[in-house]
């Protein structure tokens, strides 16, 4: 499945979600057509859930801020959308047999459809907005910006006052110390694809040389206790789904030994 520049709205972090949604389904497919379906296609396809769950949140974020008149029943599609693929996960799951190419059919069917019928009328309504704005210097609404990226642009707006020596050494540092602080409180992602996408986008901030290494060891171990599998994983969530939610997060670093241990023992627990 790929992306064509007839899908775009009109939104360049809406298309650009479009089309990441794109290459998750078109991963789907690459494992499908393999000899590692069962198991591999539960996960891709959960990565699916977990990805248009993200998406789906800032678009009814965007929708609420630009005053979209037909928002709440579009959320309505939304929600039976996640309804119907997260039942065939179920039925995955289940052992129930399942037709992959209608698997395929029917999620590039509803991306499509959904882009071409529901999500084009948002583009269109925004850009009715930017007609009909009387002052041309007047911002247009802009998505929530993720605490990653508004991180970002805060310390970039701070290095460039210590650079022209409008701050000194220890005011720099006094308030790149409260960024960080303030970005921990914020970070309260929704589900698992969300934390390992905030932890990436942090860990660019240091590849970036906006924080140092100091930071990131300092940082990371609080990011990482704020992490809540009760809150991460949905109630039909299997035992063997959090476990392997739990050991993705610890091979991408995300969490240490000593919480992974932690966590895992409480799982286990259940039993």
Do not use: C
């Not at 990441?20 to 069962?38: A, F, K, N, P």
């Not at 789906?56 to 965007?62: K, Q, R």
């Not at 670093?253 to 023992?265: G, M, P």
């Amino acid at each position: 499945m790929q992306w064509n520049k007839s899908y775009s709205i009109g939104i360049q972090k809406i298309d650009d979600q479009h089309k990441r949604l794109m290459q998750l389904i078109s991963r789907l497919e690459d494992v499908i057509t393999t000899e590692r379906v069962s198991k591999t296609m539960g996960d891709a396809l959960k990565a699916i859930v977990d990805y248009t769950n993200y998406h789906f949140n800032d678009e009814e974020d965007l929708m609420v801020q630009i005053k979209y008149s037909e928002r709440l029943q579009h959320k309505e599609m939304h929600e039976t959308l996640i309804a119907e693929v997260r039942k065939i996960l179920l039925d995955l799951r289940g052992g129930k047999p399942l037709s992959v190419v209608d698997l395929i059919g029917f999620l590039k069917h509803w991306v499509i459809d959904h882009i071409e019928k529901e999500d084009k009328k948002i583009g269109l309504e925004m850009e009715k907005l930017r007609e009909s704005m009387i002052d041309p210097n007047e911002k247009m609404p802009e998505l929530k910006k993720s605490p990653p990226h508004e991180l970002k642009g805060n310390l970039q707006k701070l290095s460039s006052f210590a650079d022209r020596d409008l701050i000194t050494k220890e005011e720099f540092a006094g308030k790149k110390a409260e960024l960080l602080d303030k970005f921990v409180r914020k970070f309260s992602p929704g589900n698992v694809f969300a934390v390992i996408e905030e932890f990436k986008a942090f860990h660019l901030l240091h590849e970036g040389g906006l924080i140092d290494e100091d930071d990131v060891k300092r940082i990371v171990p609080e990011l990482s206790n704020k992490i809540d599998l009760s809150v991460l994983l949905p109630k039909e969530e299997t035992l063997e789904d959090a476990l392997a939610h739990l050991n993705r997060l610890f091979e991408t670093n995300i969490i240490s030994k000593e919480i992974y241990s932690t966590l895992k023992k409480e799982l286990l627990n259940q039993i």
